[in-house]
């Protein structure tokens, strides 16, 4: 049974900063490319960024130079840290793993930056 199990989101001033995790297992997770995708009340989910099992990665627009993803194959994890958070960046975040047809999501953190 595949399970992607997100933590780490929570309340945050802007300006400030969180670190959101997800941990694989079902996978053979050094295979798959791994994503962070994000969805804000009235509007449709976003890719945010990703990583591919090479350790290649994409930035949406809105979070280059604020946002890093990393994976570490031995932990079955991938990490966003999220710095200079904005109150629009507040949604769910979602972790996804994606290889060919498989596309397994997890069932999302809160993320809010409000003052």
């Known amino acids: 049974q595949v399970q992607l199990v997100e933590s780490g989101g929570g309340l945050v001033q802007p300006g400030g900063s969180l670190r959101l995790s997800c941990a694989a297992s079902?996978?053979?997770?050094?295979?798959?490319?791994m994503g962070w995708y994000r969805q804000a009340p009235g509007k449709e989910r976003e890719l945010v960024a990703a990583?591919?099992?090479?350790?290649?990665?994409y930035y949406a627009d809105s979070v280059k130079g604020r946002f890093t993803i990393s994976r570490d194959n031995a932990k079955n994890t991938v990490y966003l840290q999220m710095n200079s958070l904005k109150p629009e960046d507040t949604a769910i975040y979602y972790c996804?793993?994606?290889?060919?047809?498989?596309?397994?999501w997890g069932q999302g953190t809160q993320v809010t930056v409000s003052s």
């Open positions: 996804n793993a994606a290889f060919g047809i498989h596309n397994f």
């Open positions: 079902g996978i053979i997770f050094n295979i798959y490319a």
């Open positions: 990583i591919t099992s090479t350790g290649s990665t």
